[in-house]
T-cell receptor, first 114, second 112 residues
Framework: DTAVSQTPKYLVTQMGNDKSIKCEQNLGHDTMYWYKQDSKKFLKIMFSYNNKELIINETVPNRFSPKSPDKAHLNLHINSLELGDSAVYFC?????????????FGEGSRLTVL | DAKTTQPPSMDCAEGRAANLPCNHSTISGNEYVYWYRQIHSQGPQYIIHGLKNNETNEMASLIITEDRKSSTLILPHATLRDTAVYYCIVRSDTGTASKLTFGTGTRLQVTL
């Protein structure tokens, strides 16, 4: 059983489209995260939710909207996609916010915007 | 956030110990040091973390200097599967949350 699973793994789309990436964890963790890894391999945190509550919101365009329907799921919706959104997006979870250093990452979702 | 400095790349022969250094001279007294690695195209994997004392687990050992301004991750017997980018991170805590800020890491190449 995959601990942190993301879908889709690959996503190719046109500029201006809206797309979503889904993430689910079966570890029973309270806290989930979205990270973005760009073409230069820098890995940056975007959002964090603790038990459905947003606790970290980095400087991210408001075209990006995370949604957490329950603590096992954290989805990422992106409106009006731009070329610069092309990246690998990683979902992660931790036991709770106190264990924010011990993250379990998914395999990533590679988004390509044409 | 405390900044970390790592060499961009290192080589290690298979079977030998890999010693990966990290400088974090601006670390605060209550900030932890974490190590992760990322094998090509996979999600980052947690390795180990520590505050003051040296730590060891089934994957690696973490040696933190007494002044806490630097640390070394030791893979005791490197294998080809240990080829990856290794990230040294200082965890930063705000009032409501903690976060990890990844740097550029060290690309470790294990060779035959």
């Amino acid at each position: 059983d995959t601990a942190v699973s993301q879908t889709p793994k690959y996503l190719v789309t046109q500029m201006g489209n809206d797309k979503s990436i889904k993430c689910e964890q079966n570890l029973g963790h309270d806290t989930m995260y979205w990270y973005k890894q760009d073409s230069k391999k820098f890995l940056k945190i975007m959002f964090s939710y603790n038990n459905k509550e947003l606790i970290i919101n980095e400087t991210v365009p408001n075209r990006f909207s995370p949604k957490s329907p329950d603590k096992a799921h954290l989805n990422l919706h992106i409106n009006s996609l731009e070329l610069g959104d092309s990246a690998v997006y990683f979902c992660a979870s931790s036991h709770d916010r106190a264990f924010a250093g011990e993250l379990f990452f998914g395999e990533g979702s590679r988004l390509t915007v044409l | 956030d405390a900044k970390t400095t790592q060499p961009p790349s290192m080589d290690c022969a298979e079977g030998r110990a890999a010693n990966l250094p990290c400088n974090h001279s601006t670390i605060s007294g209550n900030e932890y040091v974490y190590w992760y690695r990322q094998i090509h195209s996979q999600g980052p994997q947690y390795i180990i973390h520590g505050l003051k004392n040296n730590e060891t687990n089934e994957m690696a050992s973490l040696i933190i200097t007494e002044d806490r301004k630097s640390s070394t991750l030791i893979l005791p017997h490197a294998t080809l599967r240990d080829t990856a980018v290794y990230y040294c991170i200082v965890r930063s805590d705000t009032g409501t949350a903690s976060k990890l800020t990844f740097g550029t890491g060290t690309r470790l190449q294990v060779t035959l």
